[in-house]
């Protein structure tokens, strides 16, 4: 017999072996997709697709509207279109705080993190419940002015209205794409191309970027369709399920899978190496400089190839400056957990945005501040729903040199727990926008914290005489250099006075929809000539600004360079 035949027996041995055990292993799910696959006799199963509207807005970081009323605000993204097919400034829209890109350039603008990924781009974001869990196969933006700030689309597994939430919560992005600009500020219905996922989901975060346009972007309402069922994949495709494919290549490019950057964070394990290769004849200091121009996740990749690399990969140096906001969805205790050892020597930490739906627990949370928080100079805590009294206790006894303090749309922190904040008497700026601070803490902070350089108070509807704490600020923070009171409702020219005789440093004021003030006080020719080195000055919806208000600014604050008095009336 010829030697070819034996041959040619084991490989179709093999050949059967093989079949029989993929055969076992294949869930009855998966046979069942093969057969629909491989037989174009059988129907495929007719799946009716449901259309429905955003039932409840869960989360957002920011609107233009106030915490009381429902003009401008994210709340109007609830239900059906109130404005659409209409276009223009309508106040039954949402609306998001910024556009353009000169709120970067006025004096309380913050240094960007560095190694930002370029996919990430996100400013401001919107999650969305609805009624039903379904597999999405469209969603329906409908933008009614200024259109274009959308950059990405997100599902979520966990459904927010079951008794029972998961043991893991995880993020598929169904559409990403850059800032683009949009010509035209015509309403329109946006609809990208959104990725097939393999569970079904009734959580829709939108994230914007509203830095390409001219002014606020306005959206109506979100139209989300899908099917209760899994669609089955069509006939003309391979046996291989390519979903799972794109879920490989997402979470390689995206990273939302949650544990792809904790695995890679725990890696310890290295295979013995022969050589560095020309690594070893490089400066430490020049591979160094090399690695800082790398993500997070690639310094981890990059650990992971030889000793020598991991040893510069987990160098502290390397994590003096550390974002972790564009890696939101996959952040957990582990992840702090894994990372402690590495951030001994940290200054600015960015945790924005991660933590919810118990990703991040206040323990986790405590733990990873005790061991590398002796060094933090900015901490940047933005919509961090998981922060409690607790959390707040433990930054003021562990950030001993804190000096930037970020807790804007932190509403779950109770009011009293702002107390702790008056014990870090080296701040420089805080940031308290739309957080329950109330005026006995807030009054504690402005006593104690005389080098305040930058505060933001807009939107805190629950401080009650806003001329006291104008006149504390007068008499203790004289170092303020910008000041947000955004929708403060009850200053008056007392407390303007105050504020304009005590902070003369002033260089940016918010006083937008602040409907106490009146022109016929005074007030803005006090602040005109109290002011000089003013920069941005918000006048916003004040009804009362007259051509003598504009001519003691055009007069005295030669240095301004934002004026916004958008809704005011003038004789000429």
């Known amino acids: 017999m010829s030697p070819v035949f034996p041959m040619l027996t084991v490989l179709?041995?093999?050949?059967?072996m093989c079949l029989r055990r993929r055969a076992r292993t294949a869930t009855r799910g998966e046979m069942n997709s093969r057969r629909a696959?491989?037989?174009?006799?059988?129907?495929?199963?007719?799946?009716?697709?449901?259309?429905?509207?955003?039932?409840?807005?869960?989360?957002?970081?920011?609107?233009?509207?106030?915490?009381?009323?429902?003009?401008?605000t994210m709340?109007?993204?609830?239900?059906?279109?109130?404005?659409?097919?209409?276009?223009?400034?309508?106040?039954?829209?949402?609306?998001?705080?910024?556009?353009?890109?000169?709120?970067?350039?006025?004096?309380?603008?913050?240094?960007?993190?560095?190694?930002?990924p370029p996919t990430f781009c996100s400013q401001d974001y919107v999650e969305l419940a609805f009624e039903e869990p379904v597999y999405p196969t469209a969603v329906h933006i409908l933008e009614t002015y200024h259109p274009g700030a959308v950059v990405r689309i997100l599902a979520?597994?966990?459904?927010?209205?079951?008794?029972?939430?998961?043991?893991?919560?995880?993020?598929?992005?169904?559409?990403?794409?850059?800032?683009?600009?949009?010509?035209?500020?015509?309403?329109?219905?946006?609809?990208p191309c959104i990725k097939q996922i393999n569970f079904p989901t009734n959580l829709i975060r939108l994230e914007v970027n509203s830095s390409l346009l001219d002014y606020y972007t306005e959206l109506d309402a979100v139209v989300l369709h899908g099917v209760k069922e899994r669609p089955v994949l069509s006939l003309k495709t391979s046996m291989i399920d390519m979903n799972d494919i794109d879920e490989d290549e997402d979470e390689e490019k995206y990273g939302?899978?949650?544990?792809?950057?904790?695995?890679?964070?725990?890696?310890?394990?290295?295979?013995?190496?022969?050589?560095?290769?020309?690594?070893?004849?490089?400066?430490?200091?020049?591979?160094?400089?090399?690695?800082?121009?790398?993500?997070?996740p690639d310094l981890c990749r990059l650990a992971q190839t030889c000793k020598l690399l991991y040893q510069h990969c987990c160098d502290p140096l390397q994590y003096i400056h550390l974002s972790l906001q564009p890696y939101w969805a996959r952040i957990n205790d582990t992840s702090l957990e894994h990372l402690q050892?590495?951030?001994?020597?940290?200054?600015?930490?960015?945790?924005?945005?991660?933590?919810?739906?118990?990703a991040i627990s206040v323990s986790g949370f405590s733990r990873f501040l005790k061991v590398c928080g002796s060094e933090l100079v900015r901490l940047e805590l933005s919509c961090g729903h998981f922060l409690n009294e607790t959390c707040l206790e433990v930054i003021t006894e562990m950030c001993p040199n804190l000096q930037e303090l970020n807790l804007s749309s932190c509403d779950k922190i109770p009011p009293q727990a702002f107390n702790h904040i008056a014990k870090v008497g080296s701040l420089k700026r805080l940031i308290l926008y739309r957080t329950k601070v109330e005026q006995t803490a807030l009054l504690s902070i402005l006593n104690f914290c005389s080098e305040l350089q930058h505060l933001s108070l807009g939107s805190c509807v629950m401080i009650e005489?806003?001329?006291?704490?104008?006149?504390?600020m007068g008499a203790k923070c004289k170092k303020l250099r910008s000041l947000d009171l955004w929708r403060c409702k009850n200053i008056t020219e007392s407390g303007i006075a105050e504020l304009a005789s005590g902070c003369q440093l002033l260089e940016e004021l918010d006083l937008g929809w602040c409907p106490t003030l009146q022109s016929s006080t005074g007030c803005f020719t006090n602040l005109a000539r109290k002011l000089p080195n003013l920069q941005k000055l918000f006048l916003t919806a004040n009804r009362s600004v007259c051509d003598t208000d504009i001519e003691e600014l055009a007069a005295n604050c030669t240095h301004l360079r934002q004026l916004d008095i958008l809704g005011s009336e003038f004789d000429s």
């Not at 179709?12 to 059967?16: H, R």
């Not at 007719?46 to 970081?61: C, G, H, P, R, T």
């Not at 022969?274 to 993500?295: A, C, R, V, W």
Request: hydrophobic content about 35%; glycine content about 4%.
């Open 37 to 72: 696959i491989e037989s174009n006799t059988r129907a495929l199963p007719i799946n009716v697709e449901i259309v429905q509207y955003a039932k409840e807005v869960l989360d957002f970081s920011s609107h233009y509207g106030s915490e009381n009323s429902m003009s401008y």
């Open 341 to 358: 050892s590495r951030c001994t020597l940290i200054q600015w930490l960015n945790l924005s945005w991660t933590g919810n739906r118990g």
């Open 156 to 191: 979520c597994s966990a459904n927010p209205y079951s008794q029972n939430p998961p043991a893991e919560v995880r993020w598929d992005i169904l559409w990403s794409e850059a800032p683009t600009k949009v010509n035209g500020l015509q309403a329109r219905q946006f609809t």
């Open 75 to 116: 709340w109007n993204l609830a239900g059906i279109p109130n404005v659409y097919p209409s276009s223009g400034d309508f106040t039954q829209t949402a609306v998001f705080r910024t556009y353009g890109t000169w709120w970067d350039h006025c004096p309380s603008a913050r240094l960007p993190f560095k190694r930002t």
């Open 256 to 296: 939302c899978g949650m544990d792809t950057l904790n695995k890679q964070f725990s890696i310890v394990t290295l295979r013995e190496w022969p050589t560095n290769g020309y690594f070893d004849k490089l400066p430490y200091e020049l591979i160094q400089l090399i690695l800082s121009h790398l993500t997070v």
């Open 465 to 472: 005489d806003y001329d006291l704490i104008a006149s504390m």
């Open 12 to 16: 179709s041995m093999f050949y059967y």
